[in-house]
Nanobody, 109 residues
């Protein structure tokens, strides 16, 4: 059983930044991703990254979020800049078929 632990969420003002981390006990995954689940909405994809380097972002994440992986540290990252209140959600990493426990991101004045 792979253990997946997320960290890095918190409370931030609009325009602020946060970096989420997702560390796994094993890291042999071809494609990994970040998702988010806001109140009253369905869980949605944020970004994915493949072991061969290809990254994909959904429209709201382009230009503001950066997904990265460090295989030596067995860690997946999501750097989030220029955060908006609409980014408030619980963020989950996915290392198929495993999910992180989720970390709360709250953007408010």
């Amino acid at each position: 059983q792979v253990q997946v632990v997320e960290s890095g969420g918190g409370l931030v003002e609009p325009g602020g930044s946060l970096t989420l981390s997702c560390t796994a006990s094993e890291f042999d995954f071809n494609v990994m991703g970040w998702y988010r689940h806001a109140p009253g909405k369905q869980r949605e994809l944020v970004a994915t990254i493949a072991s061969w380097g290809i990254v994909n972002y959904v429209p709201f994440a382009k230009g503001r979020f950066t997904i990265a992986r460090d295989d030596a540290k067995k860690t997946l990252y999501l750097q989030m800049n220029n955060l908006k209140p609409g980014d408030t959600a619980v963020y989950y990493c996915k290392l198929p078929p495993y999910w992180g426990q989720g970390t709360q991101v709250t953007v408010t004045t």
